[in-house]
């Protein structure tokens, strides 16, 4: 069993910056594809960013490429989302995943999943 635990979450000014983390317990990280999810009230949950185990692919969604950005540090197990010029759209509970596969964790069947962090981004 795989253990993500988000955090950085918080309120944020439209337009200012927030940097998430998610750290990972369980078998080599580095095996794992990685992705960050956001749901806000009453939507489902989509896709921001997804990264594959040895960080050569990576996808971002077009509602946020050029602000958004994941990275990660294996040797740390964790995996990153920084968030740049946010706007109150942003706002919505981001969840990170993990899955053996990189196709599959850039959807909602990933295997594994975090509790959630809340971005809240005032107007």
């Known amino acids: 069993q795989v253990q993500l635990v988000e955090s950085g979450g918080g309120l944020v000014q439209a337009g200012g910056s927030l940097r998430l983390s998610c750290g990972a317990s369980?078998?080599?990280?580095?095996?794992?594809?990685m992705a960050w999810f956001r749901q806000a009230p009453g939507k489902e949950r989509e896709l921001v960013a997804g990264?594959?185990?040895?960080?050569?692919?990576?996808r971002h969604a077009d509602i946020v490429k050029g602000r958004f950005a994941i990275s990660r540090d294996n040797a740390k197990n964790t995996v990153s989302l920084q968030m740049n010029s946010l706007k109150p759209e942003d706002t919505a509970v981001y969840y990170c995943?993990?899955?053996?596969?990189?196709?599959?964790?850039?959807?909602?069947?990933?295997?594994?999943w975090g509790q959630g962090t809340q971005v809240t981004v005032s107007s």
């Open positions: 995943a993990a899955d053996l596969s990189y196709t599959v964790v850039l959807t909602v069947r990933a295997r594994y």
């Open positions: 369980g078998r080599t990280f580095s095996a794992y594809a």
């Open positions: 990264i594959s185990g040895n960080s050569r692919l990576t």
